[in-house]
Nanobody, 121 residues
Framework: HVQLVESGGGSVQAGGSLSLSCVAS?????MGWFRQAPGKEREGVAA???????SYKDSMEGRVSISRDNAKNTLYLQMNMLKPEDTAMYYC???????????????????WGQGTQVTVS
């Protein structure tokens, strides 16, 4: 069981940037960022494997960048050119058990953080 603690959320104006962090209790093989807006399903934003291979939600590619520091067991998400529709609770996920290529599917992850709110106005 991997414990995950997110930080870095907040309120920002449209066009602004935010950087999220997630500290893990271990060094999982694949980690991802997901988001969930009120009344909507949780959706994958980006994922990164331990070897650095990344996956991005199509509509966010070019505006977000995921990275990880394996030495610090920390996952990052840099978000730029934020839009009001990016408003959501953002979650860090780890311990991916799904099939390769499905790293943006929430059902493949075993462990989740408590979430950090991102509000864009």
């Amino acid at each position: 069981h991997v414990q995950l603690v997110e930080s870095g959320g907040g309120s920002v104006q449209a066009g602004g940037s935010l950087s999220l962090s997630c500290v893990a209790s271990g060094n999982p093989t694949c980690m991802g960022w997901f988001r969930q807006a009120p009344g909507k399903e949780r959706e994958g934003v980006a994922a990164v494997a331990r070897d650095g291979r990344t996956s991005y939600k199509d509509s966010m590619e070019g505006r977000v960048s995921i990275s990880r520091d394996n030495a610090k067991n920390t996952l990052y998400l840099q978000m730029n050119m934020l839009k009001p529709e990016d408003t959501a609770m953002y979650y860090c996920a780890a311990d991916f058990r799904g099939l390769m290529g499905s790293e943006l599917h929430a059902s493949g992850y075993k462990d989740w953080g408590q979430g950090t709110q991102v509000t864009v106005s």
